[in-house]
């Protein structure tokens, strides 16, 4: 069996500064819910699509965790002062500053999942 191609997606923290008492309007709100299910449903519709050629990690950078704690080529990235959202994969960095759309991630996995090798015929 072939491999996966490794998709890994880190944001930032949806909730800082947004949602104490007073400091969001409900709009602000509404919108960020919105956006929290369109990343998902972008998420689980690639899983579902791209099942037995990708594996795709989600995380938070988070203010209150220490950047070493992350894994070895994302601490370098968030030392390097690359912004959230990102997209690696393979290790690579493809995309810094914002979460593609489901057709932008489309692009970004077919350009890796194409060189995989195909399976033996049974």
Known sequence: MRGRVKVEI???DPFVGCCGPGIA???DVN???KMLIERNYIVRTLKEEFKDKIEIERDIISSR??????????YKLLAAGVRVPFVV??????????FPSL????????EHVKSLPSDPPV
């Open 89 to 98: 994969i393979e290790g690579r960095l493809v995309l810094e500053g914002e």
């Open 10 to 12: 880190y944001e930032g």
């Open 103 to 110: 057709e932008g991630f489309r692009r970004l996995i077919n």
């Open 65 to 74: 965790r220490r950047i070493e704690t992350y894994p070895r080529h994302i």
């Open 25 to 27: 309007s409900k709009e």
């Open 31 to 33: 919108n960020l819910r």
